[in-house]
Nanobody
Framework: QVQLVESGGGLVQAGGSLRLSCAAS????????LAWFRQSPGKEREFVGA????????AYADSVKGRFSISRDNAKNTVYLQMNSLKPEDTAVYYC???????????????????WGQGTQVTVSS
């Protein structure tokens, strides 16, 4: 298991940008598939994006495709979520998640991930 700590959330106007960071502990960070999920009040947690262990492949929810970008720096044990052209409907608590896999893969369901951060609030005003 890795310990995950998100940062970078805040209040931004519609059309603006934010970059979230998620720092991980542990020496096997490069063996983990990483993902971002989000949850709004009264809604289920939803998939935002995921990245393979070496960063070669990514996947995104249709709602954020073309606006959000996930990347990782294995030397710094950190994964990022660059969010551009933000909309009020992007308002949510954003969570970083990690799953150990011995083969390159991407998962989009929250039950596949065993490690979670505490979340960071993103609020987009109209």
């Amino acid at each position: 298991q890795v310990q995950l700590v998100e940062s970078g959330g805040g209040l931004v106007q519609a059309g603006g940008s934010l970059r979230l960071s998620c720092a991980a502990s542990g020496r096997t960070f490069s063996n983990y598939v990483l993902a971002w999920f989000r949850q709004s009040p009264g809604k289920e947690r939803e998939f935002v994006g995921a990245i393979t262990q070496n960063g070669a492949r990514t996947a995104y929810a249709d709602s954020v495709k073309g606006r959000f970008s996930i990347s990782r720096d294995n030397a710094k044990n950190t994964v990022y979520l660059q969010m551009n052209s933000l909309k009020p409907e992007d308002t949510a608590v954003y969570y970083c998640a990690a799953a150990f896999r011995s083969y390159s893969t991407l998962m989009t369901t929250s039950t596949e991930y065993g490690s979670w951060g505490q979340g960071t609030q993103v609020t987009v005003s109209s």
